[in-house]
Nanobody, 124 residues
């Protein structure tokens, strides 16, 4: 059974950086496309970033382009989300997700497994 465990969240000030990690187990990690999603209070879960199985292709929602970077280390079964120049509107619970198919999707319905989430709070 695939398990995903996020870490790295916290409370930071606007302009600061954080790096989220998501460690996977119970799967052949390199066979999964990976995504990061977030959910703010009172809002629906939204796509943040995704990465192909090899790491060669990445995708971002417009609001984080140029500030966030998704990457993966298949040898460590881990996907990362480097978040720079954080803004208060980035405050949310961040989830990583795994999809066992080659096509990268930006919709949450396309993902098979989810982590428990990690809280990111950005103060102004």
């Amino acid at each position: 059974q695939v398990q995903l465990v996020e870490s790295g969240g916290g409370l930071v000030q606007a302009g600061d950086s954080l790096r989220l990690s998501c460690a996977a187990s119970g799967c052949t990690f390199s066979s999964y496309t990976m995504g990061w999603f977030r959910q703010a209070p009172g809002k629906e879960r939204e796509f943040v970033a995704a990465i192909s199985r090899s790491g060669g292709n990445t995708y971002y929602t417009d609001s984080v382009k140029g500030r966030f970077t998704i990457s993966r280390d298949n040898a460590k079964n881990t996907v990362y989300l480097q978040m720079n120049s954080l803004k208060p509107e980035d405050t949310a619970v961040y989830y990583c997700a795994a999809r066992g198919r080659i096509m990268v999707l930006t919709t949450s319905a396309g993902y098979d497994y989810w982590g428990q989430g990690t809280q990111v709070t950005v103060s102004s």
